[in-house]
């Protein structure tokens, strides 16, 4: 870490590991995992979109450097047009619908925060790493959300809904964001009243750096495995946050009972006890029997934000 011959392939393989291992966790309830897939949306799929990715991560911190440097205005990361031609690569290589859309839209900002971290070979803080993350944020621009719009009309996610104010499937709102010169940063402000993700992005990231982030560490060092720290901070992060995904297809009631259901597992020692593990997988069977009304997928977003930070610090498998 002390001297990196390049930064931006460094960061990208902090970030595509952080996927690949986000998916590979097993059980993580009702979503696509090593041992369980869904109809339309398999464990290849999202193993592949993890590859695809790559380049545009590593342009993403090669952009955080040069800002580092001060080379390059942070309104200029661009994190938007990243986000939108990875998932228009992504549409190219796999035969399924959204992917790994929430996770790029946590990622692009963390991997340009991370290129500007690292500039001359410093290790990173996982402090300033939260500083940088906040500038790239707070000064995306209209075009950012424009890129976006376009991005979230290629992946067609599943539960969108329809928002109150500049909806996505809306054709003036792209033209108001214009218009009204609306940021990115601004947009997902709106939308975080309803919306994890965003809210992650105008709150300065707390679901990744103040829960889960420490909680996930604490897990690594007390069980000793990957796999069942990355499990366990799903449920941390699930039982403390109802998941928004499920929120919008099922409503707020059935998301926070299954917050509650999680926190249950968690309390009885979740993949460490065998109460616990019988539990967690009735509990990943009854999630998926439901199809895709139950999925957690706005938590398994926010755990590969999680893992990306953890990674990026040094924490291996």
């Known amino acids: 870490m002390e001297c990196l011959p390049d930064v931006g392939e460094y960061v990208s393989e902090c970030l595509q590991l952080a996927m690949l291992l986000e998916v590979s966790a097993y059980p993580k309830p009702g979503n696509v995992h090593r041992t369980a897939d869904f109809g339309d949306t398999r464990y290849e799929h999202f193993l ?26 942070p309104d200029r990361a661009e994190v938007g047009e990243i986000i939108r031609k990875a998932v228009g690569k992504i549409s190219s290589w796999i035969n399924s619908g959204n992917t790994v859309l929430g996770t790029l839209i946590l990622l692009a900002p963390l991997a340009v925060a991370a290129g ?13 790493l939260r500083q940088n993350l906040r500038l790239v944020v707070e000064t995306t621009t209209p075009i950012d959300a424009i890129n976006l719009y376009e991005a979230i009309q290629l992946a067609k996610p599943g539960g969108l809904g329809k928002a109150p104010e500049l909806d996505v499937n809306d ?15 601004e947009v997902f402000r709106i939308a975080s009243s309803y919306d994890s993700i965003a809210a992650e992005w105008t709150n300065d990231y707390p679901i990744t750096f103040d829960m889960g982030y420490p909680y996930f560490i604490k897990e690594l060092k007390h ?11 799903f449920l941390k992060i699930l039982s403390e946050v109802p998941d928004t995904l499920i929120a919008r297809k099922a409503g707020k009631e059935i998301a926070e009972k299954i917050s509650l259901e999680a926190k249950e597992i968690l309390s009885l020692g979740g993949l460490t006890t065998i109460e616990g593990r019988k539990r967690l997988f009735t509990f990943d069977d009854k999630l998926r029997k439901a199809g895709n009304m139950l999925n957690p997928g706005t938590t398994a977003d926010l755990v590969s934000a999680v893992l990306a930070v953890g990674i990026l610090e040094g924490y291996r498998p």
């Open 48 to 73: 592949s979109s993890a590859v695809v990715v790559g380049g545009f991560f590593r342009k993403a911190a090669e952009r955080g450097v040069l800002i580092g440097l001060g080379k390059l205005n």
């Open 116 to 128: 500007a971290n690292l500039v001359k070979g410093k290790k990173i803080s996982v402090k300033q």
């Open 171 to 185: 054709p003036y709102s792209k033209e108001k964001i214009l218009k009204c010169k609306i940021s990115l940063f």
């Open 223 to 233: 069980v000793r495995d990957f796999n069942t720290a990355t499990v366990h901070v």
